[in-house]
């Protein structure tokens, strides 16, 4: 039991971490694009890691096993990236400015235009 | 340790959330808010989450279900909105 | 709902990932709730089966198990490696847009290319060509374009390609 | 269990709900005879359970659940008077909407039923909080009848109506929180059992909550200065929906008389008449504000209105003066004032009709086709309203001054009820000469009321000659009425007793 | 917590009040969902907070007072539905009258706005 | 028979001519007539009875609340009355048949005629105060009908307001002194009133009585300074100043100053008031008469004049005086109504009243002309006729009295003057009309009137003539009874000579007479020197002065009521924090004893998202979209408020709604203008924060102040009965489906109407679809992103799923139809965005409005089920079942209650989103026009 509760705090503590670094991604990253890649760490790997945590601490509580957490995670799996695609389109739509060293910025208005 | 944990854990979300909140009001563009925003609908799936934990009751989970789904729904009308300006054409 | 199309027979994995979803939100496994669960996956594809254009199938589901697992290891390692660009000096990062000539055809495996490609830390899809022969991809730091691109493509899009028949 | 009390409440929901499905949904006409059917059906419940409350008060349980736990309907001789009188102006007001406005918009039936469905819950619910909800029912729809018909006036008006009263459902909200928050109950009869006993330290705190109340019922009572809403609303809404509307303000009245009769009433301990203070000047400037009004007034539809905002402002004033004594009268003076201003806004809308480009405004115009006969309701409807003999106005009018016998309350409640009663009559024998007298040009318009319409305005009118011939009988009723205020509570309160006494045998 | 909890209602209460005073049907509608915000947290206060107290028997030891949150449900519920009135109310009165004024034409813009509308 | 029947009779009266009018004028007359008529055979009949110093009395309790009795009395008084309206009425009605042209409408004028009748002979007859007032309004209508009968001319329409307006008022005072004495002595009966004199003198407030009623005698008996409606009144047809402006209506008020003589007189305030203003109503009656052109105009002021009189008479108070006042009354009617018939007949004849123009007529219709001229006589109070004898009675009372002390000389000597003065215009009216040379451009060549026209006037000329030689033998007990009832049951000594002998009254008349040729002959000069004044219209000035009255208000109005809605938030806003900050002062302490909950990060951090956000709303509420997005963050926070303080329920709901809220303000953003412009002037700015921070920290307050005090509550009975009783475990639910389903019920029911009406406006909504956004950006061409499609699709059954289970928990655990209805609302709507309103409008084909119709229908047919069982709307009902295979399952009503919440969530959220989706799609709209 001990170990479960082990494994919980350690899961938490990645949740957590990943958390705080998606955040601090949004918060330091220099151009939008880039920020752009911040939640979806939070989104995998911080959620996930929260999600296990909680899959654990149940099933050590003594209520049988819970996994409906993983209901979230299929949510968050399907719905994270598309929520990235619509924030690209809508930057590129608007025209952002990458950050000028950008690799490939001449291609933005092809990409724009979806071609 | 499992109770401390969650309060640590809970606080770097609770950080997590003001950096955000610092992203939003800073923007500089409408899209960095949105993306912001939705950033915090992540911060507060995990933060009701470790609620459920830190009560020791499952009562909040679907909670967390209905923002991960919900979320979503809000920040791509606000997208659609961006692109196209009518959210259902 | 009336649909015009109603089909009676949900597709297998409609089926199977809603009784899941059932069981997994119910948490429990009493017949009642089996039975229940049973309906329910039925019914509501049924009864929305209107609203649901067609899409490709998964031929090979075990394949896609198996793809699963390859996007859960790379969404940790490559969570550890932007952890350490992001908290890094980000001045150092080499950020690009980079396009991804595509051998998939359908919409279906095509999005879950892009999701897949999102979904690992370090490059999200932005946007894919009218003809859906490109996909385009903002990486957060790109060492090499084309390694990058062959990646990819041999990562994911063979593996995809292969779970779709396509 | 009495199904006869909750009836004013689910015949109209029912009606209602029958029409948004098919096959009533689409079909006017059947709609229409429904909602003749449906009304008449109200009226004649009501009738029939005011004959019952007039003997025995009734007390309907929803859900069977005991008071002060689960909600109550409380029907005694107030509410189930103010119920009547809804059915009675609502019957007339539909069959006059029958004749055109059924036609200019959508849901109008369905819309006009659930409006009576709000108006009836909220005069006999038991339940502060369940009044809220009541208050919204009537409220939403109001918002949906005003914009019936479509304009520029109408939406312009609206908008005003609508972020003053969202205001005020917030507070009301407030109010209900806060003295949930102290007391504890949502009962109005268990409140005013517990208000008595409220530490001193939380009295301070209900007594807020308690005044919010007062803003929330000023608002929809049009108590100034809340009533910038009203003759805004009046001049724009649909004939029929401003005759409905003649009914709303006295849903504020009646909780007004409800709240701060019962529960903050003579028997409130600390807390005993605390709105009579605020009312006090307030009433008086609601009349003094209607009066000039009237005075000022450019149409027939803004006269009205501010002819209801007098009314409001002596219904208020009769609730505070001479010591709450004046009730009585202040009930007669209600039913009366509000089905005639209610047949005024028909009126109105007909001579705006027959007098083509000039409207209703007080201008020269053409002559109307239909000049005799609403000539004729006109006279009738303007010396009852301005009150004068021999209609029901002088009635009520002669005892709110009979009821002052404090000569410093005189000196106010006198004077403004005279001198509004002379401005009135200035405004009414002006806008009538100038209506129907002024003319230019021989021929009149081709426009003609239909009978329908012509029926509704006879029928809201007669009621004035017949309150006045039956003014003996009404005014015993009014005045029992009135205790019931006080009366009712107690009877609620020892209910509650029983059902207690019930809970810890069981336990 | 208390006192922070106060805090944020009486914030929350004053900005949505400050924006219902605005010219503007949106900024209004959104002062009065600010406001409605309030008020539930308000009418949700007057149980009383409690943590790791739902009012779900079997559930946790203590139960908070149900009865407000019934309450704010309730209000929740109407609020919605009044707030989309207003909405397509805004958006009707600026079909109908031309601009997003509450009043509907205010007259020292009017001029200004008839331009604009020919422009767009 | 009994009196009721001689108001009833002549009330009947005023709808025979309106059914025989058809039937020709004649007849029409005939038949009118009858029941005046019988109404004076039943006065007649009592003549003896009264005669005799018996009351006749009749009472029926009508509204007791108010002490309003029907009750009429006929005592000498009144019979003298009731013999004069119905009297002189029956005259007039002979006279106008000949008076109204064929064009006119003889039905509506006798209809009005006999309305007026009824309330004059109601009033005299009236033996209660109330009921006195009653009809005394009811005269105040009738004569404005009367008055207003020709409404195409203009004078008329003003002259019959001014009327009204000033009797109207006297009215009101009136009531308010009927009142007082109502209140004084516990009852309005006029037999109790009478004997209560001396309480009604004593009171603190019988100064306020007296002038309250001497203010409803005044402004009916045209006193000063009341008189300038009546001259204006003269615009009535003349039938009608012959009846009202000479016998009746302008009598009331001396019949109410008789009536009230024994309660009110007898002070010096009454001597004061009442006689002051009747010697000046006299004079200037009198003067004001000489100089009008107008016949009609000259016999109104002499009117005024002639009421002066009998008021002087009535203010001198001594017991003589009243008996020439009711003496004069008498005389005046006659003579005063004959004068005005004879002008209605010149005017009839000649087509003109202007006796600039009238000349000479004496050639064209002798006979009427000396029956005006005995008239006119009668009225200058020539000798032989009644006129004379009522002057002389005045006299000699004006010589009786004393009150005004040293001064009391003064009186006689004014009321010389005029009486002078009714000489010179009575001589005017003779000379100026008869003879005076030849007619000046009359209209019409002038001749005698029909034959029965002239009968009225032979009639009252006939009684001038025989009461001036045989006044004892004709009215002597008319009077005598009369007079006993103004004095209060006493008669004094006095005697009705032709010839008194030379005394001082008797020489005061030489003096007039003589005085009277004098002012006639130096009328020129006369009207030269009045012509410095500038001629005063007092129908206009009353009319300009309610128009500028009215343009005040108006202006006040308009600076009060805007018409802004800001204005009224306001001021709703002020009296918000008035109510409040009140109460909240007497508040000692603000923080109660209740142990409070510690503070942890993320509170704090909550809070921190929640203030910050609400503020910056407040900042940027100018940037549309982003105040959506800080509109979201503070709903997330709230949610996650819920969820910590123990209300999962509530931030369940929380969630879903603000995602639908979020929708719908995004579509209205789009068809809102895309920038806001600052509409706040920065004064406006200040007063605003200033507010909405006084009231956030009142309602700041309060809230803490609530939270940190103990209460008691009743919530413990849900705790321990929601699953007992209610079946369920979530308490939060089973209060919403069951303990208080009714609020649930309204609920939904607030739902659906706004559905309803949200549907109402959308309906012909024309919007302009923008081709760009704010920064002119085109939109982009991609109108439904592949992958969003794919998704989207992806998640819609999951997302059901959901919702199914979401509703099958609430009863027990977080959840319910409402939450679930709005899950798959939102992922219906999901679908609209990813996939269009048209593509989606081809596919589904549900009728919302059917889907909110059958959810309030189940949750109606939920409450009445439970009648079947006699139980009371909505009394919940739940087993649970045992099902082999399945095991026991919970059967509950509330279940079927909330599949009822369920569907009308769904219904209208749909019916509201996608209607409003479809608006740009107008091309598809299928909504109905409203127009
Ligand atoms: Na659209
Ligand atoms: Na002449």
Redesign the interface.
């Known amino acids: 039991m001990i170990i479960l509760e082990y494994l919980t705090v350690i899961f938490l503590l990645i949740g957590g971490f990943f958390l705080l670094v998606g955040s601090i991604g949004l918060f330091r990253l220099p151009d939008f694009y880039m920020r752009l890649h911040a939640p979806t760490k939070a989104s995998t790997l911080g959620i996930g890691s929260i999600l296990v945590a909680s899959i654990i601490f149940y099933s050590f509580k003594g209520d049988g096993v819970s996994i409906k957490e993983f209901l979230i995670t299929l949510f968050m799996f399907l719905t994270a990236p598309i929520t990235a695609h619509m924030l690209s389109k809508a930057a590129l739509h608007v025209r952002q400015p990458p950050r000028p060293d950008t690799l490939n910025i001449d291609q933005l208005e092809n990409i724009r235009d979806r071609k | 340790m499992l109770e401390n944990t969650v309060l640590a854990v809970s606080a770097a979300i609770g950080v997590s959330l003001l950096l955000n909140l610092w992203r939003f009001m800073k923007g500089p563009h409408m899209l960095d808010r949105i993306l912001a925003l939705d950033t915090m609908y992540i911060n507060a799936i995990a933060l009701i989450v470790l609620l459920g934990i830190y ?3 499952p ?1 909040y989970y679907e909670g967390a279900l209905l923002i991960a789904m919900l979320g979503f729904v809000s920040t791509s009308a606000v997208c659609k909105f961006i692109l196209r300006g009518d959210i259902i054409e | 709902m009336t649909p015009t199309n109603r089909s009676w027979i949900p597709s297998t994995f409609n089926f199977v990932l809603l009784f899941v979803v059932w069981l997994l939100l119910t948490n429990s496994f009493t017949i009642g709730n089996i039975l229940l669960a049973t309906f329910l996956a039925w019914g509501i594809p049924f009864l929305i089966s209107g609203l649901q254009s067609e899409t490709s199938r998964v031929k090979k589901p075990l394949k896609a198990a198996q793809y699963l697992f390859i996007l859960l290891w790379d969404i940790i390692i490559s969570n550890v490696v932007v952890a350490r660009q992001v908290l890094g000096n980000t001045h150092h990062l080499q950020p690009g847009f980079l396009a991804i000539p595509l051998d998939l055809t359908d919409p279906l495996p095509i999005t879950l290319l892009a999701s897949t490609i999102s979904l690992t830390p370090g490059t999200v899809s932005t946007e894919v060509s009218v003809d859906l022969k490109t996909l385009y991809v903002h990486a957060l730091n790109v060492d090499d374009e084309q390694i990058l691109i062959a990646s990819i493509k041999q990562r994911y899009e063979s593996r995809l390609k292969e779970i779709f028949g396509c | 269990m009495n199904h006869l009390t909750i009836a004013p409440i689910l015949i109209p929901s029912i009606t209602a709900i029958l029409m948004l499905l098919p096959p009533l949904a689409e079909r006017i006409v059947l709609q229409r005879w429904l909602a003749w059917v449906s009304f008449v059906l109200l009226l004649a419940a009501s009738t029939a359970l005011l004959l019952q409350v007039d003997q025995q008060t009734q007390v309907y349980l929803l859900g069977g659940w005991q008071p002060p736990f689960g909600i109550m309907l409380l029907a005694d001789r107030l509410s189930v008077m103010l119920v009547t009188l809804t059915a009675f102006l609502a019957l007339c007001a539909c069959l006059y909407g029958s004749a055109h406005e059924e036609t200019t918009g959508r849901f109008f039936y369905p819309l006009f039923m659930f409006q009576v469905m709000g108006i009836n819950g909220a005069f006999l619910t038991g339940d502060i ?1 369940n009044l809220f ?1 009541f208050f ?1 029912v009537l ?2 729809a109001s ?2 009848l005003l ?1 019936h018909g479509g ?2 006036e109408k ?2 008006a ?3 109506y ?2 003053l009263n ?2 005020g ?2 507070f009301f ?2 109010a ?3 003295l ?2 102290t007391v504890g109950t ?1 009962n109005m009869a268990d409140l005013s059992a517990k208000v008595p006993l409220l530490a001193a330290e939380t009295q301070a705190i209900a007594k807020a909550g308690a005044l919010l109340l007062l803003l929330v019922f000023g608002l929809k009572s049009a108590m100034m200065p809340l009533q910038f809403w009203l003759t805004r609303t009046y001049a724009a809404a649909a004939a029929p929906v401003a005759a409905l509307f003649a009914i709303m303000t006295k849903v504020g009245l009646y909780s007004i008389y409800r709240v701060f009769g019962g529960i903050f009433g003579d028997s409130a301990g600390d807390l005993a008449n605390i709105a009579t203070p605020w009312i006090w000047p307030l009433a008086i400037a609601t009349l003094v504000f209607g009066m000039l009004g009237a005075i000022a007034a450019p149409s027939l539809r803004l006269l009205t209105a501010n002819m209801v905002l007098i009314s409001v402002g002596t219904l208020l004033l009769s609730f505070v003066m001479n010591g709450g004594q004046s009730l009585a009268a202040g009930l007669y003076y209600l039913m009366h004032s509000t089905l005639v201003a209610a047949a005024l806004f028909l009126l109105a809308d007909q001579i705006h009709v027959q007098r083509g480009h000039a409207q209703d405004r007080f201008v020269v115009s053409r002559p109307m086709k239909q000049a005799g006969i609403l000539g004729a309701f006109y006279f009738t409807a303007a010396i009852a309203i301005i009150g004068l003999p021999p209609l029901s106005g002088f009635v009520g009018k002669a005892l709110l001054l009979q009821g002052v016998t404090d000569s410093s309350e005189r000196i106010w409640v006198w004077s403004s009820l005279l001198i509004s009663s002379l401005f009135a009559l200035i405004a009414f024998s002006r806008a009538g000469t100038s209506l129907f007298w002024h003319l230019s040009g021989s021929k009149s318009g081709t426009e003609v009321a239909k009978l329908a319409q012509l029926v509704a305005i006879a029928l809201l009118l007669l009621a004035s000659p017949l309150l006045t011939l039956f003014a003996g009988p009404v005014t015993s009723f009014t005045e029992r009425a009135a205790q019931d205020i006080r009366q009712s509570t107690v009877l609620v309160q020892q209910v509650i007793a029983e059902s207690e006494e019930l809970t810890y045998d069981t336990h | ?60 030891e203590q ?35 031309g ?6 034409n ?1 007259p020292e ?1 009017e001029q200004t706005l008839q331009h604009k509308d020919k422009r ?1 | 028979m009994n009196l009721y029947w001689i108001p009833l009779l002549t009330f009947i009266g005023c709808f025979i001519p309106l059914a025989t009018v058809k039937w020709g004028r004649s007849l029409c007359t005939a038949a009118t007539a009858l029941f005046p008529a019988l109404a004076l055979l039943i006065v007649l009949q009592n003549l003896g009875a009264v005669l005799h110093g018996e009351d006749i009395r009749f009472s029926q309790s009508w509204i007791p609340a108010l002490g309003l009795d029907i009750s009429f009395r006929l005592d000498g008084l009144s019979l003298l009355f009731a013999l004069l309206i119905l009297g002189i009425g029956l005259l007039v009605i002979l006279y106008a048949r000949y008076y109204l042209s064929e064009k006119e409408q003889m039905g509506r004028f006798y209809g009005y005629l006999m309305l007026f009748m009824t309330a004059m002979i109601g009033f005299v007859l009236s033996n209660n105060l109330l009921q006195m007032w009653f009809f005394w309004e009811l005269t105040s209508i009738s004569s404005f009908l009367l008055i207003s009968y020709w409404h195409h001319r203009s004078d008329a329409r003003k002259g019959a307001r001014m009327a009204l307006t000033i009797t109207g008022a006297g009215g009101l005072a009136l009531l308010a002194g009927i009142v007082l004495i109502g209140q004084l002595l516990g009852s309005y009966d006029l037999d109790v009133v009478l004997n209560s004199g001396d309480a009604i003198r004593d009171a603190d407030n019988y100064l306020v009585i007296l002038v309250l009623v001497l203010l409803g005698a005044f402004t009916k008996s045209a006193q000063f300074p009341f008189y300038f409606w009546l001259p204006h009144a003269m615009a009535a047809p003349t039938p009608v100043s012959a009846y009202l402006h000479s016998a009746t209506m302008v009598k009331a008020g001396i019949f109410l100053m008789a009536r009230m003589f024994p309660v009110l007189a007898g002070t010096e305030s009454w001597f004061l008031i009442v006689s002051i203003t009747g010697l000046l109503t006299l004079l200037i009656g009198a003067y004001m008469a000489l100089f009008k052109h107008d016949l009609k105009g000259l016999l109104a002021y002499s009117t005024v004049s002639h009421l002066g009189l009998i008021t002087l008479l009535l203010g001198i108070g001594t017991d003589l005086a009243a008996v020439a006042a009711v003496f004069h009354i008498i005389n005046h009617a006659t003579f005063k109504a004959s004068l005005f018939m004879a002008a209605g007949i010149i005017d009839h004849e000649t087509g003109s009243r202007d006796m600039r123009q009238l000349n000479g007529l004496w050639k064209y219709m002798p006979q009427t002309a000396t029956l005006a001229m005995v008239a006119a006589a009668a009225m200058a109070g020539v000798p032989l006729l009644n006129g004379f004898l009522s002057k002389e009675m005045f006299f000699a009372e004006t010589l009786d009295q004393s009150t005004l002390g040293s001064i009391s000389w003064m009186i006689p000597v004014f009321a010389t003057i005029g009486a002078a003065f009714s000489v010179a215009y009575s001589l005017r009216f003779i000379h100026d009309v008869f003879f005076n040379g030849e007619p000046v451009d009359l209209p019409k060549t002038p001749h005698e009137p029909p034959r029965y026209m002239r009968v009225p006037v032979e009639i009252l000329v006939g009684l001038c003539l025989v009461v001036g030689i045989f006044p004892e033998q004709t009215v002597g007990h008319l009077l005598a009874a009369a007079s006993t009832s103004v004095l209060g049951g006493y008669l004094p000594e006095y005697h009705l000579y032709i010839w008194h002998g030379l005394n001082l009254p008797f020489i005061m008349s030489i003096i007039a007479m003589a005085g009277g040729a004098v002012l006639y002959l130096n009328r020129q000069r006369l009207f030269r020197f009045q012509a410095h004044f500038p001629e005063r219209n007092e129908s206009q000035l009353f009319d300009t002065s309610v128009k500028k009255l009215r343009d005040f208000i108006r202006v006040f109005l308009a600076w009060f009521d805007n ?4 204005r009224s ?2 001021w709703l ?1 002020f009296l918000a924090l008035a109510f409040t900050l009140f109460p909240l002062m007497q508040l000692n302490t603000t923080a109660g004893h ?1 142990p ?4 942890d990060t993320v ?2 951090a909550g ?1 921190t998202l ?2 910050v956000a ?2 910056a ?2 900042i940027w ?2 940037l ?1 979209l982003l ?2 997005l800080l ?1 979201s963050v ?2 997330m926070i ?1 949610s996650i ?2 969820a ?7 931030a369940l ?2 969630l879903s ?1 603000e995602v ?2 979020i929708v ?2 995004l ?3 789009y ?3 895309q920038r ?2 600052n ?2 002037s920065p004064s406006r700015i200040v007063r ?2 200033s ?3 006084l ?3 009142v ?6 102040a ?3 005090r103990p ?1 008691d ?3 413990g009975f ?2 321990e009965n ?2 007992t009783l209610g079946g369920g ?4 639910n089973v ?2 489906v069951d ?2 389903g009714f ?2 019920f309204g ?2 029911t ?2 659906g ?3 309803l ?2 549907y109402k ?2 309906a012909r ?4 679809q ?1 081709h760009a956004d704010t920064n002119g950006l085109p939109w982009t061409e991609d109108k439904h992103p592949i992958m969003f499609q794919i998704i989207s699709q992806a998640l819609l059954p999951l997302a059901l799923m959901v919702s199914v289970y979401i509703f099958l928990r609430g009863h ?3 959840g319910g139809g ?1 939450i679930a209805g709005l899950i798959t609302s939102v992922a219906i709507i999901q679908q609209y965005i990813a996939r269009g309103y048209v593509w989606l409008q081809d596919r589904i084909r549900i009728n919302y409005l059917t889907l909110i119709g059958t959810g309030l229908s189940i949750a109606f047919l939920t409450g009445v089920g439970s009648f079947i069982w006699q139980q009371p709307f909505l009394k919940s009902w739940h087993d649970y079942v045992h099902i082999p295979l399945i095991g026991e399952i919970e059967l509950a009503s509330a279940m079927a209650f909330d599949l009822g919440v369920y569907l009308t969530v769904v219904g ?1 959220s749909m019916l ?1 989103l996608a209607n ?1 989706g479809g608006l740009t799609s107008s091309e598809r709209l299928r909504v109905e026009d409203d127009q």
């Open positions: 009560m020791g009751s009562l | 909080f909800v919204e409220l939403i918002y949906a914009v304009g520029k939406t312009k609206s908008f005003h609508i972020t969202l205001l459902s917030a909200l407030i209900l929180g806060t949930y928050g949502l | 917590m208390e006192l922070i909890f106060a805090l944020c209602v009486g914030i929350l209460t004053a900005c949505g009040v400050y924006l219902t005073l605005r010219g503007s049907t949106f900024t209004v509608v959104i002062g009065l969902t600010l406001l409605s915000y309030a008020v539930n947290l308000f009418l949700f206060a007057s149980g009383r907070l409690a943590l790791n107290a739902a009012p779900i028997l079997k559930q946790a139960h908070t007072d149900p009865l407000p949150q019934a309450l704010v449900l309730t209000a929740i519920v109407i609020g919605f539905a009044m707030t989309a009135f207003a909405v397509i109310l805004a958006m009707r009165a600026r079909a109908d009258l601009n997003d004024h509450v009043d509907g205010p813009l767009s | 018409g802004s809605t800001q938030v306001f806003l209740r409070q909950i510690p503070v509170m704090l809070a929640l203030c609400s503020i709303t407040v509420h100018h549309r105040a959506l509109l503070v709903g709230v408020a819920f910590l303080f123990s209300a999962p329920d509530l709901t929380q709604v639908v809220t719908l303000l579509l209205a953003l068809f809102l203008p806001i412009r509409y706040s605003d924060l507010l909405s921070v009231i956030g920290g309602v700041g307050t309060i809230t803490y609530l939270m940190t209460f509550t009743i919530s849900f705790t929601a699953k475990t979530n308490i939060v209060i919403l303990f208080r609020d649930t609920e939904i607030v739902l109407i706004a559905a009406g949200i406006l959308i909504m024309r919007l302009f923008l027990n655990l977080p409402f209208a509201i409003l």
